[in-house]
Each structure stands twice: as structure tokens, then as C-alpha cells.
């Protein structure tokens, strides 16, 4: 996988925050916030997810879902 250095900046608070976080955790600054962007990319999937599942519900068309889903499951039996 090839990396690319960024230069960021941060507030004077932020960087105290971080600074003292990425200690308490034991891993370098540069990891923590590796860890902070993939967070965001987690949590952004859901979203997508969330927004999907919106979007999509509702548009089965041919009667009652819970009444189909149960014949099928009950064929299987």
C-alpha cells in the first residue's frame, strides 16, 4: 500500500488534545489520526447503509412481505 505524507493544521487546543491522546494510547500522532480517518469512513459506510435502507423501503409492490417471507421460510421446513 503506498503512503502519501499530508501536512494538516491544527489549533493550538487540538494539537495539545492530540498530543496527549495519541501518549495516553501509546501510538504516534500520525496513527491516530490514521485511526480517526477510518473511523470516519466506517461510519460513513453506515450512513451510506441508513441512507440505502431509506430510500429502498417500501417498495415492494406484491402484498403482504412479512406474510411472503413466512410461506418461504415455512417451505424450507
Same mark, same amino acid.
Given at each position: 500500500? =503506498? ?8 489549533? %493550538?487546543? %487540538?494539537?495539545? &488534545? ?5 501518549? =495516553? ?6 496513527? =491516530?489520526?490514521? $485511526? ?5 469512513? $466506517? ?9 440505502l435502507v ?5 417498495i415492494w409492490?406484491?402484498? %403482504?412481505?412479512? =406474510? ?7 417451505? &424450507?421446513?
Amino acid at each position: 500500500m =503506498a503512503s502519501k505524507r499530508t501536512i494538516i493544521t491544527l489549533s %493550538d487546543k %487540538d494539537k495539545v &488534545w492530540l498530543e496527549s491522546f495519541s501518549k =495516553a494510547k501509546g501510538i504516534s500522532m500520525a496513527e =491516530a489520526i490514521r $485511526q480517526g480517518i477510518a473511523r470516519l469512513k $466506517q461510519s460513513e459506510g453506515k450512513n451510506t447503509y441508513l441512507m440505502l435502507v431509506e430510500e429502498t423501503g417500501g417498495i415492494w409492490k406484491k402484498g %403482504d412481505g412479512l =406474510a411472503y417471507q413466512e410461506k418461504l421460510r415455512f417451505e &424450507w421446513r
